[in-house]
């Protein structure tokens, strides 16, 4: 099979896909269909893995009660992490909305699974967090996938994990990457949040190459 050719015009469509996909925290009240969340796992599960490891586990949070754990351990969190700030800085943080959990209808966390035989240990025996970077990697691509069907993806990391994990009764080695709140958003924007909300500038080395 002939590789496809991926010309201008798409690459400048790519270009616009990763500019409009943003953390969205505010979302509508419909339902995501139950097949695009699974086509989107699937798309998810095309992303680069070491040694083919494959180590992402989507776990889907519909149980109120695990849901209401889930909501707690952030509120807890969030406000520990307040306390560590202070004086304009933590106006600013306490005006933040950092979670669409209450509103988005569909939750999902996604692992790594530090056990997994898939790959055999291949590429990970002198960078063993090649396998958490991987389920990351798995986190983009869901993230750019839904953005091209329109739909916002939040995430979410002021948490507990070993609570989160307890509570969504999970296997003990498998390693909270992070917890995604998924529907249809209430608004896009192509800039992010915080960068408007005035918390954080754009950092110029980001976009800087490092030559040695």
């Not at 991926?6 to 943003?22: C, I, N, S, Y």
């Not at 909305?97 to 990970?124: F, I, M, N």
């Not at 994990?165 to 949040?193: M, R």
Request: charged share 25%; hydrophobic share 40%.
């Amino acid at each position: 099979m002939a590789p496809p050719d991926f010309d201008e015009a798409f690459r400048e469509r790519l270009h616009e896909l990763f500019v409009w996909r943003r953390d969205v925290h505010h979302f509508r009240s419909e339902t995501v269909p139950d097949e695009v969340i699974e086509r989107l796992v699937r798309i998810a599960s095309l992303a680069p893995s070491v040694g083919f490891s494959q180590p992402w586990r989507f776990v889907r949070v519909d149980d109120p009660a695990r849901r209401k754990s889930v909501i707690d351990s952030f509120e807890r969190a969030n406000a520990d992490a307040l306390s560590a700030y202070d004086g304009t800085d933590a106006q600013k943080y306490a005006g933040l909305k950092l979670a669409g959990l209450r509103e988005a209808p569909v939750h999902l966390a996604v692992y790594c699974d530090q056990e997994t035989p898939s790959g055999k240990g291949l590429g990970r025996r002198t960078m063993p967090e090649t396998l958490a970077y991987s389920a990351a990697n798995a986190v983009l691509a869901f993230w750019l996938a839904a953005r091209a069907e329109n739909i916002g993806v939040g995430l979410v990391s002021i948490l507990e994990p070993a609570l989160v994990t307890q509570a969504l009764d999970v296997p003990p080695a498998w390693q909270l990457i992070t917890y995604l709140c998924v529907g249809y958003p209430q608004e896009v924007n192509d800039q992010p949040d915080l960068l408007r909300a005035g918390w954080e500038s754009r950092d110029p080395r980001a976009t800087t190459i490092i030559r040695r």
